[in-house]
T-cell receptor, first 111, second 114 residues
Framework: RKEVEQDPGPFNVPEGATVAFNCTYSNSASQSFFWYRQDCRKEPKLLMSVYSSGNEDGRFTAQLNRASQYISLLIRDSKLSDSATYLCVVNAGGGADGLTFGKGTHLIIQP | NAGVTQTPKFQVLKTGQSMTLQCAQDMNHEYMSWYRQDPGMGLRLIHYSVGAGITDQGEVPNGYNVSRSTTEDFPLRLLSAAPSQTSVYFC?????????????FGPGTRLTVL
């Protein structure tokens, strides 16, 4: 079974701090990688795709390490509104039936 | 655009009852799918469709049926509800290649089976 592992947290972080969490995946044939954000009792929404060269979107930076089979998400200058669950999603190839969702990391930004 | 819509938002069923969860999208996406989300578990794929008239099973298909008569609609039918089907159900859609593209999720249906 394809596995995607995340630390469930919660991560309690003061506002303005930098926080990072990782996600490991077991299938070395994985081709596409994503971070989704899910607010309490809401649907998941795409936060960012993760490219081999890494990518940055404002305060958010995602990195991929194929050799060690993990992806990371870094949030700088955290805001109260960043409080959410962050889902790591890995596609082993083919269609979306190949998507495997991690259980999520719960982040709480404290004032 | 309304995006992906789901009805109902909440539903309580008794064991053995049947019902249909509705899902519609107005983005002309070829790919649609149904997931269930349970506490402490990641989203698990129930059924998916790559286009009108084509459906296939995901990871946890037992107890559920789907059909795709139009591009827009992808209903999920519970044949005989069981307490193990208590969950939050999300419908999603995307462009092809679906595995490489953003999945757009509906707001979810919270189902309780007594």
């Amino acid at each position: 079974r394809k596995e995607v592992e995340q630390d469930p947290g919660p991560f309690n972080v003061p506002e303005g701090a930098t926080v990072a969490f990782n996600c490991t995946y077991s299938n070395s044939a994985s081709q596409s990688f994503f971070w989704y954000r899910q607010d309490c009792r809401k649907e998941p929404k795409l936060l960012m795709s993760v490219y081999s060269s890494g990518n940055e979107d404002g305060r958010f930076t995602a990195q991929l390490n194929r050799a060690s089979q993990y992806i990371s998400l870094l949030i700088r200058d955290s805001k109260l509104s960043d409080s959410a669950t962050y889902l790591c999603v890995v596609n082993a190839g083919g269609g979306a039936d190949g998507l495997t969702f991690g259980k999520g990391t719960h982040l709480i930004i404290q004032p | 655009n309304a995006g992906v819509t789901q009805t109902p938002k909440f539903q309580v069923l008794k064991t053995g009852q049947s019902m249909t969860l509705q899902c519609a999208q107005d983005m002309n996406h070829e790919y649609m799918s149904w997931y269930r989300q349970d506490p402490g578990m990641g989203l698990r794929l129930i059924h998916y469709s790559v286009g009108a008239g084509i459906t296939d099973q995901g990871e946890v298909p037992n107890g559920y049926n789907v059909s795709r008569s139009t591009t827009e609609d992808f209903p999920l039918r519970l044949l005989s509800a069981a307490p193990s089907q208590t969950s939050v159900y999300f419908c999603a859609s995307s462009y092809f290649p679906s595995g490489n593209n953003e999945q757009f999720f509906g707001p979810g249906t919270r189902l309780t089976v007594l």
